[in-house]
């Protein structure tokens, strides 16, 4: 198995454009994270999708954030208009069962 | 929200030393896990032990629940030990983690 892919590995951009970053999780899971990483904050959990439907969103930090997952092999996190605070590693991760969860290789992104 | 505290938070060994990694939480879990964090920024789950003790090669875990903390055991460590060492819990009936800041491990040759 390819295990979990994101893309792009890395983004830079300028603050106001809007950003997407992709997440494809394991094959016949069916949980996805979206976390991100910072030296401030460590690592928090923004969202999470059980067979597709959101069921925490609580830590979305504020409207400019969002997240779909269309179908069980793709989902998305938006930022628009991005922020240089936004700056941070993104990290998706999938789970068929509660106890493992298998993360990506992260997006590094870097808004100037 | 649950308070996941690590310690220490960080920690220098030579190559062939033993070390302990503690997490305490603030409430009841039924959901824990040691996670490794590599220099290259990849996370590799390590265990799952919401209770009990767990060994895998030169790793061990134990987790004491009704006192709410959990130890991460390495022995004889190796360079490639080095990295950082998170630990995340999540209550029942939720898949979410939340994770402590963790133990940033450098082993030395």
């Known amino acids: 198995d390819a295990g979990v892919i994101q893309s792009p590995r890395h983004e830079v951009t300028e603050m106001g454009q809007e950003v997407t970053l992709r997440c494809k999780p394991i094959?016949?899971?069916?949980?996805l994270f979206w976390y991100r990483q910072t030296m401030m904050r460590g690592l928090e959990l923004l969202i999470y999708?059980?067979?597709?439907?959101?069921?925490?969103d609580s830590g979305m930090p504020e409207d400019r954030f969002s997240a779909k997952m269309p179908n069980a092999s793709f989902s998305t996190l938006k930022i628009q208009p991005s922020e240089p605070r936004d700056s941070a590693v993104y990290f998706c991760?999938?789970?068929?069962?509660?106890?493992?969860?298998?993360f990506g290789p992260g997006t590094r992104l870097t808004v100037l | 929200g649950i308070q996941v505290e690590q310690s220490p938070p960080d920690l220098i060994l030579q190559e062939g030393a033993n070390s302990t990694l503690r997490c305490n939480f603030s409430?009841?879990?039924?959901?824990l896990q040691w996670f490794h964090q590599n220099p290259w920024g990849q996370l590799i789950n390590l265990f799952y032990?919401?209770?009990g003790t767990k060994q895998n090669g030169r790793l061990s875990a134990t987790t004491v629940a009704t006192e709410r903390y959990s130890l991460l055991y390495i022995s004889s460590s190796q360079t490639t030990d080095s990295g950082v060492y998170f630990c995340?819990?999540?209550?029942?009936?939720?898949?979410?983690?939340?994770f402590g800041s963790g133990t940033r491990l450098q082993v030395q040759p």
């Open positions: 991760a999938s789970s068929l069962r509660p106890d493992t969860q298998y």
């Open positions: 094959s016949g899971h069916n949980s």
């Open positions: 999708f059980n067979n597709n439907v959101p069921i925490d």
């Open positions: 409430d009841s879990v039924n959901n």
């Open positions: 032990i919401p209770s």
């Open positions: 995340a819990v999540g209550r029942a009936g939720r898949r979410a983690l939340t």
